[in-house]
């Protein structure tokens, strides 16, 4: 599977229900097959919350860099 419909799906599946809970969402902006590396954009509520950092780096950061992805944010 390419790095991109992989990064799709885990994000589908696992990321973005957890961020529409809190009227957030997540949008994949690019994807760079080469290094691994995606960039994300955070939408919504979550974008000015204190929580964001816990967001990044226990949901996003982690559920994305299990399968060796890389994350950075626009």
Known sequence: MALRQEVEAIIEER??????ADESGIE???VDDAQSEVVVRITGALRACPGITFV????IERTLGARGVR???A
């Open 15 to 20: 990321i973005a229900p957890l961020l529409r």
């Open 28 to 30: 994949l902006v690019e």
């Open 56 to 59: 990044k780096t226990d949901v």
């Open 71 to 73: 994350v950075r944010y």
